[in-house]
């Protein structure tokens, strides 16, 4: 099993910035992408960012490419999501995942992952 506990979240102002952690602990060596997921009140948990534990390619949804990174530091099981020029649109909770899938790339979909954590909440004010 693997446990992930997400932190960082909060109130910001549009315009502002936020990073949010992610950290592993367990079977971590099991997973080998880790992705950001959100969902806002009413609608569906929708991919943000993604990438694998061994480096390589970062992958982002188009509604933050710029605006987001991705990044992860091995040495301390954690993924980090730096999330500049938020907007009001950027409101949700974020979740982090775990993918245990070596055969395959970082995921957008929710189905592909094996290990959510509780979420934490951004809220972007106008």
């Known amino acids: 099993q693997v446990q992930l506990v997400e932190s960082g979240g909060g109130l910001v102002q549009a315009g502002g910035s936020l990073r949010l952690s992610c950290t592993a602990s367990g079977r971590t060596d099991s997973t080998h992408a880790m992705g950001w997921f959100r969902q806002a009140p009413g609608k569906e948990r929708d991919f943000v960012a993604a990438?694998?534990?061994?480096?390589?390619?970062?992958y982002y949804a188009d509604s933050v490419k710029g605006r987001f990174t991705i990044s992860r530091d091995n040495a301390k099981n954690t993924v980090y999501l730096q999330m500049n020029s938020l907007k009001p649109e950027d409101t949700a909770v974020y979740y982090c995942?775990?993918?245990?899938?070596?055969?395959?790339?970082?995921?957008?979909?929710?189905?592909?992952?094996?290990?959510w954590g509780q979420g934490t909440q951004v809220t972007v004010s106008s």
């Open positions: 995942a775990a993918d245990k899938n070596i055969y395959q790339g970082p995921s957008a979909y929710v189905s592909a992952y094996d290990y």
């Open positions: 990438l694998r534990w061994s480096g390589g390619r970062t």
